[in-house]
């Protein structure tokens, strides 16, 4: 090897140990934050010197003369410390700076810049005054020190020395952790068990094996290409069930010609035929075993404990808490847990942003944590597990919760709608641009952080709920499917198209007919045993054409978190197992559409959000699914009774505006009398009434054989999913709320009921 190249060798192998390096060291740093003056303190700086010294060589091996020098005098800094010393909040700040620099030296390196001019370089003066003893100079916040030394955006956590993501194909890399997947080199793989960024590798017989050094980049491809082979066996299936088929019609044939010359003839070709089916049945049986088991073992291979894919957000938190005065440990529960390498490389932004969101929205001061019986130091728990084929990742705090009066508050002044309910309520927290603090920082403040996470979890297929507890704090909760290469889908069929939705996303498949269907608050509803579902057409929510109304219409209920919703499609096809691939740069941004799914014949199909889909149909206008009759000429006689005289004659001028006889009531009783006597095509009841309520009057409407088909719309004030389902189950046709109140949805439902 000539030296040129050998040099580009060293330097290579060098960066991609220097990574692993620079986590070690700020592992250990902060733990040596904690731990100062006590026993253990020792070994940490001994752990520190060793990893120093490590990099000093390589860097030496390396040409990498800066890394070296820095190095050299970082050790002279910390190593008056093995003997129990503290040291000064300023030092830490410095050697963090410090590693941050070594950090942002590997990226220039590796980009093939040169480091003149480097913040290693403008750091090595403060270095050589601090291993002299002076007094460690004081060094920009955190929130600063991110900024100068390359973060990007309101995403980077502050002091890492590096971006929260890159955009080199969606990877993204926890800052400053050199964790399983920098953008240096498309980073390692490794076998659970073996050193990080190694793959272990061995022959039959040998008691040890030897680890060896996997891109990343060259298991994805492998990956790629298993899940390829898995779907030419799912098509091979289909081949196999073909040719038995034809064997079972020739079967029949011969029969229809038996007694005649061609029997014979045809009594060869079906032993062929059923020979050449066993042998491809059985080769289809070997095809499926081989590509699963491959699957398999190129999946191990890329896994990697949940705890490395958390590398980086313990110092995240740490820097985070300095620029605000406050105290927090990072606690990770779940951590040998075995996930694949690209799931925990989507996860590390979400987790960021929501790490970073807990210390600086969640966590008290300790002056105000000491007043509530707190300890001073917050706790910040992030923890994983399984769930079936999904993951289930958390992170919680011990701090004040959401401010749901607040939130409620942001959300009015920008125009939007705000539930009643507090569960409902805490999910305006993940609406673009709704913050509920007024102080802009480099940390938060812009309301952009939780609409991010809640984008990206939905680009990997997955949901984000959050739950709060006034003076106990929040917890979010990621839920995303344990592989992103493979799954299986329902395909369905409307406007035209076939489209795929993930079938974990799939709660159940449902046939609707009209008197299923229910309008609350002017949107159509499907009253289900246990919840008032949002109904909605696919087509439309797509803008795809839409199908003729029919008697009963076949619906997919769709959940994507707490959240539900039945979209009515033409035709449910099949379920399938399709390989995923991502879109491209052109198509990322398309509404409601996520990737597409490669299925087992070779056909592409888009494969939807659910997430997307079910907030999409919360919020769609009605429309026609089901026939409905021709309209009469006739004017139309409308009952109204509600105790309000202002409500009652707002009520009475829109109706009569529409065309509508109105016969006005001040409450249920008399409502009740006048419709026995002169009659309606309809009711408008308010809920709370004197004598008979609007509930009690819609029960005895349903009860009475003359007037139990007559439309009933309740209008009234209480809004809370309880309230209406009581409506509902009271036998009401639809549900308006009046703090939501429109005259046109009032009129537009009362059009579809008659």
């Known amino acids: 090897m000539d030296r040129d190249r050998l040099a580009q060798a060293l330097l290579a192998t060098f960066l991609e140990e220097l990574e692993g390096h620079v986590t070690s060291l700020n592992r250990d740093l902060l733990a040596l934050e904690r731990e100062q003056g ?61 590693v941050d620099a070594l950090d942002d030296a590997g990226r220039r390196l590796a980009s093939r810049q040169e480091l003149t001019g480097s913040p290693l370089e403008l750091l090595l003066p403060d270095l050589e005054r601090a291993a002299q003893g002076a007094a460690a100079p004081a060094r920009p916040s955190a929130s600063e020190g991110s900024r100068a030394s390359g973060s990007v955006g309101d995403t980077g956590a502050p002091g890492t020395g590096g971006a929260a993501s890159t955009h080199d194909g969606g990877a993204s890399r926890s800052p400053g952790a050199g964790g399983a997947d920098s953008p240096r080199d498309a980073g390692t793989s490794r076998a659970p068990g073996a050193e990080p960024s190694e793959l272990s590798s061995g022959g039959a017989g040998l008691e040890t094996t030897l680890p060896v050094r996997v891109s990343a980049q060259k298991l994805d491809a492998l990956l790629s290409r298993s899940g390829e082979l898995r779907v030419a066996a799912l098509r091979l299936e289909g081949r196999a069930e073909t040719l038995e088929a034809v064997r079972e019609e020739l079967s029949r044939v011969r029969d229809a010609v038996r007694g005649t010359d061609g029997e014979a003839a045809l009594r060869r070709a079906e032993t062929e035929l ?54 927090v440990r990072l606690e990770i529960q779940g951590g040998a847990l075995e996930l694949d390498r690209s799931l925990l490389q989507s996860l590390r932004e979400p987790m960021l942003h929501l790490v970073r969101n807990a210390v600086a929205h969640g966590l008290e001061s300790p002056e105000e944590r000491e007043r509530a019986g707190k300890p ?72 952009v952080g939780l609409d991010v996470v809640r984008t990206q979890v939905e680009t990997m297929r997955g949901t984000v709920e959050v739950a709060t507890q006034p003076g106990k704090g929040a917890r979010f909760t990621l839920d995303v499917p344990l592989t992103l290469s493979t799954l299986r889908v329902l395909l ?82 099949a379920e399938q197992e399709a390989l995923v691939r991502a879109l491209g740069p052109r198509v990322r941004r398309a509404r409601h559409v996520s990737a597409a799914a490669v299925l087992p014949d070779g056909r592409l199909s888009l494969l939807l959000n659910p997430a997307s889909l079910v907030r999409a149909a919360g919020g769609r206008p009605s429309t026609a699914l089901f026939p409905t009759p021709a309209a009469r000429a006739a004017r139309r006689r409308i009952l109204l009774a509600d105790d309000s005289p202002t409500t009652r004659a707002l009520e009475q001028s ?38 008979m309520d609007g509930i009690a009057l819609t029960e005895a409407v349903r009860a009475s054989p003359r007037f139990s088909r007559l439309p009933v719309v309740l209008v009234t004030a209480r809004g809370k999913p309880e309230d209406k389902a009581r409506g509902l189950q009271a036998g009401a046709s639809a549900y308006l709320v009046k703090s939501a109140f429109d005259p046109t949805s009032l009129l537009e439902t009362l059009r579809r009921l008659l």
């Open 38 to 98: 006590t026993p253990p303190a020792t070994e940490r700086v001994s752990a520190l010197l060793r990893t120093l010294h490590s990099v000093k060589g390589a860097a030496r091996a390396a040409s990498a003369l800066l890394v070296e020098t820095a190095c050299h005098r970082l050790e002279e800094v910390l190593e008056p410390l093995r003997d129990r010393r503290t040291a000064p909040p300023e030092l830490y700040e410095l050697c963090f700076a410090a």
């Open 274 to 327: 059923a020979r050449v089916a066993r042998e491809l049945a059985a080769d289809q049986r070997a095809l499926g075993g081989v590509a699963t088991g491959m699957d398999d073992e190129v999946r191990r291979a890329r896994t990697l404990p949940f705890v490395e894919g958390c590398s980086g957000l313990e110092r995240a938190a740490r820097d985070v808490a300095r620029s605000e005065g406050k105290k």
């Open 376 to 447: 001073e130091e917050g706790l910040v728990t992030l923890s994983a597990r399984l769930r079936g084929s999904r993951v289930e990742v958390t992170v919680e705090d011990d701090g004040r919760g959401l401010d749901l009066q607040a939130l409620r508050t942001r959300a009015l002044e920008r125009g939007i709608e705000v539930p009643e309910d507090d569960a409902d309520a805490a999910r305006l927290a993940f609406h673009p641009g709704l913050s509920t603090t007024s102080r802009v920082t480099e940390v938060a403040g812009r309301g």
């Open 492 to 573: 369905v069929s409307t406007g035209g198209q076939t489209l795929a939705l993930a079938s974990e996303g799939v709660a159940r498949l449902v046939r609707l007919a009209p008197e299923e269907v229910r309008d609350v608050e002017g949107r159509p509803t499907w009253v289900a045993e246990d919840a008032l579902v949002p109904l909605a057409s696919l087509s439309d929510v797509l803008g795809l054409p839409a199908g003729p109304p029919r008697q009963r219409r076949g619906a997919v209920v769709l959940a994507a978190g707490t959240a539900r919703a039945a979209l009515v499609v033409d035709e449910v096809l």
């Open 654 to 691: 829109i109706l009569e505006g529409a065309g509508y006889d109105v016969v006005a009531c001040a409450d249920g009783a008399e409502a009740w009398e006048r419709l026995q006597t002169v009659g309606a095509e309809a009711l408008v009841l308010d809920v709370e009434m004197p004598r």
